[in-house]
Each structure stands twice: as C-alpha cells, then as structure tokens.
C-alpha cells in the first residue's frame, strides 16, 4: 500500500509483454515481430519527414492515414479510427464499446490484455473455454452478454475461424458489439473488415506491427460503422490529440501504399510457417493449424518450460505461458529461413540429450 496511489492502482495487474532483450545476437522468437524489414518506400518517407516537418505537431485526426486505409479497403475514411498501436485502439474500444451491464465475452485461452483492460476500466467479463481442440465454437456463446471480443486468428493458439462462422456470430448477436482483432488476419485468413457495411455491430481491430514489420512504430487501426468509430473518437479525443506522430502518420502510409512488398513478406512467411510445422511434427511436436505468424507446440516427452530454458541457453527465444491448459506448449515466432534452421538445429540437439 502507497497513501500516494489513487485505490485504482492499488487493483491493477498490468500486462506483462514478452522479452525485449538488451543482446542483440539472440533468434528473437517470442513477440511475434517481422522478420523482415519495413517497406523500404515507408523508411524513405520517414526519413524525409524527420528533416522538413518534425518541429510542427501532427494532423490530430490522421486524415491522410485513414484515407490510405479507407482506399486500400474499399471502404469510407469516417468507418476507419487509428491509434497508437492496437492496444491502444484496443483499450479504448474496451472503454468505449465493451463496457455494459451484462458481462463482456472473450476466450478463455486468448489475448491476456483483454483482462487488464478489464481491470482498468472496471469492466464485467466472463471467459468462455476453447474446444478441447483449442477451436471458438460459437454456440458456447449463446449466452447474454454486453459485448464480445476474440482475435482471429486466436492468440496463442494461431487457430483461424472461418469469415463463415465470424459472420454467424454477428448475426446471433446483433444488439451486441462483436470485436474481432485481426492481429493476425494477413497471414493466410480472411479479413471480416468484408462484412462491415452490412454488420453495424461489428468492430475490426487491426495492426501494422506483424504483418507489415512496424511494431516499433506503433500502428494500430479499427474499421466498423462510423457510429461505432464515433465512439471511438470521443474515448481519443478525451485522453490524447496526438496519439500518431508524423513518422507514424506518413510511414504507415507509405506501408499500405508498398502493396508488392507486403505482399512478398507475407507469402515469405507464411511459406516458412508451413516448412517448420511439418519439420516439428516430423520431430514428434503436436503442431495446432496457424493462419498466423507463430507456431503454438508442445512435444509429448518434452515438459515445455524446460525446452524454451534449454533454447535459451542456445540463445533462441521462445515464448512460454504458465497458463491453466496450455502450459505445455511454446509459441514460436516464424522467423527467416535461416533463423528456422537455427531453431531445428537446437531443438535436435535437446531432444537427443537425456
Ligand atoms: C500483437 C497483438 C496486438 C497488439 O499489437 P500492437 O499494434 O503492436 O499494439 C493486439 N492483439 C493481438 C491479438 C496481438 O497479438
């Protein structure tokens, strides 16, 4: 206790992200970076920005940002909001759409900032369980609910559900908003973003930091009924006029603009993703189906606390969850080809040893 604190600090237990580490040599896996560099178009742009206009604030609505998104899309700039990151779109959708009466519905296994935003803003939930297949099965949400919220693909787990059985949510719960966070979406699924001009409760939540190698610059994005992006702005505008700096602004841009570029880096991934998940099972891995950018495994013999200690000492970096259901498995980041081979080449070894 801190007489200092306001009571609300006193309740919080923030997010805790994976490692950033300060050694630079390591096969970083475990955050779900790119490997891949940004655009080499976005990086030109950035640098021209810095030296002409960096000395006057930036546009407080990102008007050029939402354009480019709109236009990329096929849809209206006044259905696009955009963010400092995700998390940030994220908490303020929590504050602003998913706070009511009844309780918020997520996954049980899901994205673990959807109950600190909880905390934070003091919001009722109840967590539903993945199949034992690790599968959403939209009937389990059949219940009532003020709100509901899922990435898709899912974290950890990678698993994808179809645009079909998305759309089946929305209809079931049209007095409800229905958020899905498309982190994900770009490697391999399909985007619901198709289905917002006849869906009015439906918010899509998507980033620049995996698909499009940006996660240092903090890019984030909603796409719904302009109503719902209404809601959004007002949360903004209460807490910050200027969430998108200019480097953001212009270099986010230029990323959707540098279509060829995306569009290689995700085939390159998503390629590298299907290469390792057949050599893991070959090594005697349980591989679930990914449409993301990570691997979720675990092997039968292998406690998995203790593979992602022993890659460690071989300077790989893997993410592990001491989580209820899945503290068995290690997420892994798809990295490039010769960052996969240097992962197989460990794994080999430590399964040899003992
Ligand atoms: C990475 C991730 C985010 C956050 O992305 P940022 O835009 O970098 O804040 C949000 N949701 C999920 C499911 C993620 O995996």
């Not at 994976?18 to 955050?31: A, F, I, R």
């Not at 770009?186 to 198709?194: C, H, K, P, T, V």
């Not at 980033?207 to 903090?218: D, H, Q």
């Amino acid at each position: 206790m801190n007489r200092f604190w306001s009571s609300v600090v006193h309740t919080l237990t923030p997010y805790v992200p994976g490692e950033q580490p300060k050694q630079t040599d390591l096969v970083k896996l475990n955050t779900n970076e790119n490997p891949y560099p940004p655009s080499p178009q976005a990086l030109a742009v950035m640098a021209k920005e810095a030296a002409e206009t960096l000395r006057l604030y930036p546009d407080p609505n990102a008007d050029r940002l939402k354009h480019a998104i709109a236009d990329y899309y096929g849809i209206k700039s006044q259905q696009v909001f955009v963010g400092n990151g995700s998390d940030e779109v994220l908490a303020h959708a929590f504050l602003g759409l998913l706070k009511h009466e009844l309780p918020l519905l997520f996954p049980d296994i899901s994205y673990s900032f959807y109950p600190v935003y909880c905390g934070l803003y003091d919001i009722a939930y109840q967590t539903i369980p993945l199949t034992d297949q690790f599968e959403i099965d939209p009937d389990d949400y059949d219940i009532p609910n003020g709100a509901i919220i899922f990435p898709n693909p899912n974290a950890p787990t990678g698993r994808l559900l179809p645009l079909s059985a998305v759309e089946l949510l929305l209809k079931q719960h049209s007095d409800s908003v229905v958020v899905v966070d498309e982190a994900y979406i770009d490697f391999g699924g399909e985007s619901a973003i198709s289905l917002v001009d006849r869906y009015p409760n439906l918010l899509v939540i998507q980033t620049l930091s995996k698909s499009r190698s940006l996660a240092g610059l903090r890019v984030g994005f909603a796409v719904g009924h302009a109503e719902l992006i209404e809601a959004l702005e007002r949360v903004k505008n209460s807490f910050n006029s200027y969430p998108l700096d200019r480097f953001a602004i212009s270099g986010a841009v230029a990323a959707f603009e540098d279509k060829a570029y995306f569009e290689e880096t995700c085939r390159r991934v998503m390629s590298t993703r299907d290469q390792l998940a057949n050599k893991l099972t070959q090594m005697g891995f349980q591989v679930l189906p990914s449409a993301a950018n990570f691997l979720f495994a675990r092997h039968p013999d292998r406690d998995a606390e203790e593979l992602a200690a022993r890659l460690r000492e071989r300077s790989i970096i893997v993410r592990h969850f001491k989580q209820a259901r899945i503290d068995q498995f290690l997420r892994i980041t798809i990295g490039t080809d010769e960052q996969t081979q240097r992962l197989i080449d460990a794994l080999e070894l430590i399964l040899k040893q003992d």
